[in-house]
T-cell receptor, first 117, second 115 residues
Framework: GAVVSQHPSRVICKSGTSVKIECRSLDFQATTMFWYRQFPKQSLMLMATSNEGSKATYEQGVEKDKFLINHASLTLSTLTVTSAHPEDSSFYIC?????????????FGPGTRLTVL | AQSVTQLDSHVSVSEGTPVLLRCNYSSSYSPSLFWYVQHPNKGLQLLLKYTSAATLVKGINGFEAEFKKSETSFHLTKPSAHMSDAAEYFCVVSAYSSNTGKLIFGQGTTLQVKP
């Protein structure tokens, strides 16, 4: 099956610094990738839709200048949390869209746990 | 707008007994519905999906779900729980009819399996 990886799996940073998270589709090309965040014991909330070669589309309430998304190739999307603060601590998950003969299917990465001190 | 409601935040069963995880949906069109499982420190895995074909959908690991339009439900079942089934389960609906890939997640149900 299709595989999506994320790097790093876990990161701890100081308040005020920026953190970059990578999402890669390892064995397929993903024209669209999605970024989610998940707080402890809660559901996944969609943050943004990332399309290769164009600007990301952000969900209501998500600050685009805070969460910078770049989708430079069909296999890589990055999420940069700028000037991170403790309230940004969360589990960030990406997914890549694979268009098969049976329609689109999402394949999820294992997630990145961000802790901001 | 599309939405899903998982009726139980936590379900506890004994190993070998049936599993029922409940999900109701709201949709202004014929929805695509999914069940995903999330094990600790692992990525979300698709268990099964409904896309307007057969209303009884069979998935991996012995799970199945039945789409009931009259009840707007898509409950997940398994005849016999295994210890390895302990995880977080999400009922998910597609956000738009155009199959953009955008998904809306339910709140999740934690399945506990006791020996």
């Amino acid at each position: 099956g299709a595989v999506v990886s994320q790097h790093p799996s876990r990161v701890i940073c100081k308040s005020g610094t920026s953190v970059k998270i990578e999402c890669r589709s390892l064995d397929f090309q993903a024209t669209t990738m999605f970024w989610y965040r998940q707080f402890p014991k809660q559901s996944l909330m969609l943050m943004a839709t990332s399309n290769e070669g164009s600007k990301a589309t952000y969900e209501q309430g998500v600050e685009k200048d805070k969460f910078l998304i770049n989708h430079a190739s069909l296999t890589l999307s990055t999420l940069t949390v700028t000037s991170a603060h403790p309230e940004d601590s969360s589990f960030y998950i990406c997914s890549g869209t694979l268009n098969s003969g049976q329609g689109n299917e999402q394949f999820f990465g294992p997630g990145t746990r961000l802790t901001v001190l | 707008a599309q939405s899903v409601t998982q009726l139980d935040s936590h379900v506890s069963v004994s190993e070998g007994t049936p599993v029922l995880l409940r999900c109701n949906y709201s949709s202004s069109y014929s929805p695509s519905l999914f069940w995903y499982v999330q094990h600790p420190n692992k990525g979300l895995q698709l268990l099964l999906k409904y896309t307007s074909a057969a209303t009884l959908v069979k998935g991996i690991n012995g799970f199945e779900a039945e789409f009931k339009k009259s009840e707007t439900s898509f409950h997940l079942t398994k005849p016999s729980a295994h210890m390895s089934d302990a995880a977080e389960y999400f009922c998910v609906v597609s956000a738009y009819s155009s199959n953009t890939g955008k998904l809306i997640f339910g709140q999740g149900t934690t399945l506990q399996v006791k020996p």
